[in-house]
């Protein structure tokens, strides 16, 4: 998982995709961390994403790095613990304080249940990463 996590931390942006209805939506993500040995991501709660996810839990995360790119897919589930906001927060303080505090009742964080982590490149073999 740590690979996953330091890989999506210096892309610096990724990028999310969700489903609504038949219609797919993108948009540009940057906090991310692993709590419990797991991949969460952060948004906030009156957010369409978070809408999205709940009404279908599915994902995907493309992010590309030094020539490299990492597709993340899975499901993913609202994680409504004080905890995993305050790892989330510790994380991406720089990026996230000004937007939001652990208790504001406006942040959430979603975390991967399951999926798979693909690092491709034109020169080496895929590495998949079970999440």
Request: charged residues 25%; glycine residues 6%; aromatic residues 10%.
């Amino acid at each position: 998982m740590n690979d996953v996590v330091k890989y999506l931390q210096e892309c610096g942006t990724f990028y999310l995709a969700t489903v609504e209805g038949d219609q797919p939506h993108v948009r540009p993500f940057g906090a991310v961390c692993e709590f419990e040995g797991k991949l969460y991501i952060q948004t906030g709660k009156v957010k369409d994403v978070s809408k999205q996810l709940h009404q279908n839990p599915k994902a995907e995360i493309c992010g590309m790095n030094k020539g490299t790119w990492i597709r993340v897919k899975g499901a993913v589930k609202e994680d409504t613990r004080r905890e995993a906001r305050v790892a989330m927060m510790e994380a991406n303080k720089n990026a996230l304080q000004s937007m939001y505090t652990v208790d504001d009742n406006l942040m959430t964080v979603f975390v991967f249940e399951s999926g798979i982590a693909t690092i491709y490149s034109f020169t080496e073999e895929p590495k998949a990463i079970n999440l």
